[in-house]
């Protein structure tokens, strides 16, 4: 069984050498929680192994999702040569437009099918991980049965192609049921969290579902610095 690892040291050891493939990960984050940093250093950990990856960015221009990845990791050689990065993000409609149709209709129909142009580009290339930074842009464009048919075709794809899809998903914004058959569609499910202790803010992760492997019971302490997440190496119940 093929292994990827996320290019976090201690979290590889914690997930026993790393995400197996045929994968889907959805990370959950708290706001604060550093969810993309997370993405970023798996992204990286591909491109370093001569994997082809795919990063599919909701929120933010390509040139902006450079500026992050140059944020952490000082421009890593030849990093963006060996990345594909999509954008999904688009200027908002002018104000004052008036609808005569639902707003998440008008946007599949008179920009783009974003749902529609994924399933096209994994049809005819093959990746070996495919980041998707945020969930949170499917479900607010398109129906939640819609969200849940892509996410059972990503499913299919990376079992075909023995990849791994990660995926970003903010806690919270969406009723629990929603964020029930996110996690019923993903074979593992990272949480994200923050904690105020005192004058600080404490970050943990923690795994609450991982198929092909035994699940770490455990919590890990993680803090965002400089040059991205360093984790605790030690065990933290």
């Known amino acids: 069984m093929r292994i990827y690892r996320t290019g976090i040291n201690a979290l590889d050891d914690h997930l026993n050498g790393g995400i197996p493939g045929g994968s889907i990960i959805t990370i959950f984050e708290e706001p604060g929680s550093g969810g993309d940093i997370f993405t970023f ?56 437009i008036e609808f005569k149709e639902d707003l998440k209709s008008f946007i599949r129909r008179v920009i783009y099918d974003p749902i529609s142009s994924l399933q096209i580009i994994l049809e005819n290339e093959m990746f070996d991980r495919i980041i998707i930074n945020n969930l949170i842009y499917f479900i607010e464009n398109y129906e939640l049965q819609d969200v849940s048919d892509f996410l059972i075709k990503l499913s299919k794809y990376s079992k075909k192609t023995n990849s791994v899809f990660l995926n970003l998903m903010t806690k919270g914004i969406y009723e629990q049921s929603i964020e029930n058959k996110i996690k019923h569609h993903s074979t593992g499910v990272f949480e994200l969290s923050t904690k105020e202790i005192e004058n600080e803010i404490q970050r943990r992760f923690k795994i609450l579902k991982l198929k092909k492997a035994l699940v770490p019971k455990t919590i890990k302490n993680y803090e965002i610095t400089e040059k991205g997440i360093k984790m605790d190496s030690l065990i933290k119940i």
């Open 41 to 96: 250093h798996f992204a990286l950990e591909g491109v370093k192994n001569r994997e082809n990856v795919l990063y599919i960015s909701t929120d933010d221009t390509i040139e902006e999702t450079k500026e992050y990845f140059n944020l952490y990791f000082r421009n890593p050689k030849n990093l963006f040569d060996n990345l594909t990065i999509l954008s999904l993000f688009s200027p908002q409609i002018s104000e004052g």
